[in-house]
């Protein structure tokens, strides 16, 4: 079991884990370096699956509820609320790498480069940066036909309420200058890691660590508008834990996309949606260039 050095603060504990790994590459890589697909998944593979919300996770971590308990494997998660500190995240994490069972691990922490205990196995959906910021605004106000309140939710709904924001659809909530709809996570920050990771657009050191992260130590990296090419993907690349997805989804789709489909969201107009492009910039680069990549990739296994 692992447990933290005395006297060692979380952030130490991260510093050091992200140096024993640090990607030295410095410039931006080439389109053709596809994830790291050449490396050899271990017979009982963990997998660390590292996404932002709203990205499709939900989906894939019941889908991988079903495969565990029908194969053998664990499912994991660190998603235990505000009882769970980001020391016990890491801590799950760890405890699980030390075992020698084959894992699943659902996590909405960004990279980190563990490796001490044995080597994880990376993957990741994204979206459309601002489709997933709109997602995530209204099922924070309102749920899904499965998830109606959690403590984040409600304090999101009491600070809009406390500025008679309550009634604002995602337009007025950006037009107004409302922070709380902006930028909520971000797809550099979450490739990126913790160290070295602002959100400044001074300097390219944060995208340019994301994608060296990407090329060094992400399996698979797929595109949410692009779901059942990410699960058949997966299901060649790492058969291990991901063998019979693509028809588990098949079977479960329709439960699924009617549990969890958020609600009450309306249309995104384009001066909205042009008003954070540019703000979110940054994001929409590593975005093209995943969806490039995750593109090849499917070219090279032949899936359409």
Request: charged share 30%; proline share 3%.
């Amino acid at each position: 079991m692992y447990y933290k050095q005395v006297g060692t603060t979380i952030k130490e504990e991260i510093d050091r884990d992200v140096q024993y790994s640090l990607p030295s590459s410095g410039t931006m890589t080439s389109i053709e370096s596809v994830f790291a697909s050449d490396s050899a998944v271990p017979t009982n593979p963990v997998v660390i699956f590292s996404v932002l919300p709203k990205c499709g996770s939900r989906t894939l971590f019941a889908l991988m509820g079903i495969l565990g308990e029908k194969h053998g494997f664990d499912v994991k998660h660190t998603m235990g609320g505000d009882d769970e500190t980001a020391e016990d995240k890491v801590k799950i994490i760890r405890q699980t790498l030390l075992s020698k069972n084959a894992a699943f691990i659902y996590t909405h922490r960004r990279y980190q480069a563990f490796g001490r205990e044995r080597k994880p196995v990376y993957i990741s959906i994204v979206r459309d940066p601002v489709e997933r910021l709109a997602s995530l605004y209204y099922f924070m106000r309102y749920g899904d036909n499965r998830t109606n309140v959690d403590l984040p939710a409600v304090q999101f709904r009491a600070k809009m309420d406390a500025r008679n924001y309550n009634n604002d659809s995602f337009n007025d909530c950006v037009l107004n200058g409302n922070k709380m709809c902006r930028r909520v996570g971000s797809v550099v920050r979450q490739f990126c890691g913790y160290i070295g990771c602002t959100d400044s657009t001074a300097t390219q050191a944060p995208i340019k660590k994301a994608i060296a992260n990407i090329d060094k130590s992400y399996h698979v990296v797929g595109i949410m508008e692009d779901y059942k090419s990410i699960l058949r993907v997966l299901e060649k690349k790492i058969p291990q834990l991901f063998q019979g997805i693509v028809a588990l989804y098949e079977e479960q789709k329709k439960e699924i996309v009617s549990n969890m489909r958020t609600k009450n969201k309306t249309k995104i107009t384009p001066k909205v949606r042009n008003i954070l492009k540019e703000e979110l910039a940054e994001d929409y680069k590593l975005y093209n260039l995943i969806k490039e990549k995750f593109d090849i990739s499917k070219k090279k296994m032949s899936i359409e």
